[in-house]
């Protein structure tokens, strides 16, 4: 009986770990607004590097300078921009207009 019980905990404690685990693993992607504002944003637009909003950048090319950084441009990591928010975000840059409150080089 006691076995029973003990087995019991283990199995209603073990629940919410695996729930806590996989919420972390698959997080939504967040939207292109979202990961300009938070990301691309802290530079371009800041007088930190060029404009990109209002270019009309091809997508592919904004994808490699993300992945693969440019002179004072960081690269970024698959951990820190996914490869389905990079696609998103570099289709939304390619296409968004520019924004009278940005200020670049
Ligand atoms: C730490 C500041 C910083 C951050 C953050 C940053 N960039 Fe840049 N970026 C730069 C600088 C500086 C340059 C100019 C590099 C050079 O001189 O060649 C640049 C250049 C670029 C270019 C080339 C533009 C051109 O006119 O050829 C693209 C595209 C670009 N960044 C995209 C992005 C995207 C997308 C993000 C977000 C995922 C991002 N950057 C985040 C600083 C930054």
């Known amino acids: 009986m006691l076995r029973v019980y003990g087995g019991m905990i283990a ?40 404009i990109l909003l209002g270019r009309h950048l091809p997508a ?21 921009v996914t490869p389905a928010e990079l696609d998103a975000l570099a289709a939304w840059i390619a296409a968004a207009p520019a924004r009278k409150e940005e200020h670049g080089q």
Not at 60 to 80: D, I, L, S, W
Request: hydrophobic letters at 35%; aromatic letters at 6%.
């Open 11 to 50: 199995l209603a404690l073990a629940g919410p770990v695996a729930a806590q685990q996989r919420l972390g693993e698959v997080q939504a992607p967040r939207a292109p607004e979202q990961v300009y504002a938070k990301v691309c944003g802290y530079c371009h637009g800041r007088n930190v590097g060029p």
């Open 60 to 80: 592919e090319t904004v994808k490699y300078v993300a992945r693969h950084g440019q002179n004072g441009m960081p690269a970024f990591r698959p951990t820190e």
